[in-house]
C-alpha cells in the first residue's frame, strides 16, 4: 500500500488555521461543540457571534453536504464561551481521516477543554423512534477499524501517546450531567451505542441485523474519528445523537431512507436537542 503524505496533517497546518480563527474572533472559547445533519439552529442562539466560513480558514476541510451551512460561530451561549462547528465534513466526502479531525485538533490549540458532539442517526434499538434523542456511551469505529483511522501516521506527540486509551470515549461525569439535565427537564433521553460507518449509501437491512447482534443502537457516518483525536489529547467528551429515522432490518419493508427525511426529522428533534445542549452548558463548570 502506498502512503499519500497528503493523508496527514502537520502541527504547523493545524496552528496555521488556529491562529488565523484567533485573529477573527475577540471570544476565547472553552467548549467546542460540533452540529450534525439539519441540527444547525442551535448556532443561531450563540450571542456576540463571530461568524468564520470554513473556506476563509487555511487548511480546513470544507463541507458541501446540504444541511451543513460550513461555518464557525464563536461567541456566547448560555453565559459559556463557545466555538460551534455549524456543520462537519465526512469520510465519504473524501477527505483522509486526519483532514476531517483537524477542527478538533484546532480547537485543542484554541485552548478548548470540552467538546460537545450531535448528529443525525438511524436508530437499530427497537425501542427507538424516530424523534428520539440518544445519549452517546460508547461507539464502534467500523471507518477506524477498516484502516482510516485519524491516529495512523506520524504520531502528533504535543497532542497525546502514540497508544491512547480509549475505554472512556464519552466522559462519565458529563453522561451524568446529560441525564440530570434531561430528567429536570423532562426530556425524554435514550442511550446507546453508535456506530460510526463510512457512507455515503444507507445501510443494507443485513448490515443493520449485523450492527443489532454487535451491539449498536444507532448508526450514522460520523462522530466517531472526531471523539477518537479528541480523546487522544485529554478532551472531556459529551455525544448526543438524533434519532432521525428507523433503521430498515428488512428487504422486504416498502420504507425507504433519505436524507430528505433526515432532515425533516433533524428539524423536529432541534427543540429538544437545544433544550438540552442549553440545560447541559448551564451547569458546566
Same mark, same amino acid.
Given at each position: 500500500? +502506498? ?14 488555521? %488556529? ?7 475577540? &471570544? ?36 458541501? +453536504?446540504?444541511? &451543513? %451551512? ?8 448560555v453565559g459559556q464561551t463557545v ?65 482510516? &483511522? ?31 439535565? %434531561?430528567?429536570q427537564s423532562n426530556l425524554g ?92 452548558? %448551564?451547569?458546566?463548570?
Open positions: 500500500m +502506498v502512503i499519500s503524505s497528503n493523508d496527514f496533517v502537520s502541527y504547523d497546518a493545524i496552528k496555521q488555521a %488556529a491562529e488565523y480563527i484567533q485573529t477573527k474572533t475577540k &471570544h476565547q472559547p472553552d467548549i467546542g461543540l460540533i452540529l450534525g445533519s439539519g441540527l444547525s439552529p442551535l448556532a443561531d442562539e450563540v450571542e456576540a457571534a463571530d461568524n468564520i466560513p470554513y473556506e476563509e480558514i487555511p487548511n480546513f476541510p470544507v463541507s458541501g +453536504v446540504s444541511g &451543513h %451551512a460550513g461555518r464557525l460561530v464563536i461567541g456566547k451561549l466555538l460551534v462547528m455549524q456543520g462537519r465534513t465526512h469520510f465519504y466526502e473524501g477527505y483522509p481521516a486526519q483532514r476531517i479531525t483537524l477542527p478538533v485538533r484546532v480547537m485543542q490549540i484554541m485552548g478548548i477543554n470540552t467538546l460537545i458532539v450531535t448528529n443525525a442517526a438511524g436508530g437499530i434499538n427497537q425501542n427507538f423512534k424516530a424523534g428520539d434523542l440518544m445519549l452517546i456511551v460508547d461507539h464502534i469505529n467500523f471507518v477506524g477499524m477498516s484502516g482510516n &483511522h485519524p491516529l495512523r501516521g506520524p504520531n502528533l506527540d504535543q497532542f497525546g501517546p502514540r497508544f491512547p486509551s480509549m475505554t472512556r470515549p464519552y466522559d462519565p461525569e458529563l453522561i451524568t450531567l446529560a441525564r440530570k439535565v %434531561a430528567r433521553l435514550q442511550e446507546g451505542v453508535y456506530a460510526c460507518v463510512s457512507g455515503p449509501s444507507f445501510e443494507t437491512p443485513a448490515e443493520i441485523r449485523l450492527f443489532k447482534i454487535i451491539g449498536a443502537d444507532a448508526v450514522g457516518m460520523s462522530t466517531a474519528p472526531e471523539v477518537t483525536v479528541a480523546n487522544h489529547s485529554g478532551l472531556r467528551v459529551l455525544g448526543v445523537s438524533s434519532i432521525t429515522n428507523v433503521a430498515i432490518q428488512e428487504t422486504g419493508s416498502s420504507a425507504e431512507t433519505t436524507h430528505e427525511e433526515v432532515l425533516e426529522t433533524g428539524r423536529i428533534i432541534v427543540p429538544k436537542l437545544i433544550a438540552l445542549l442549553k440545560g447541559i452548558l %448551564a451547569e458546566l463548570d
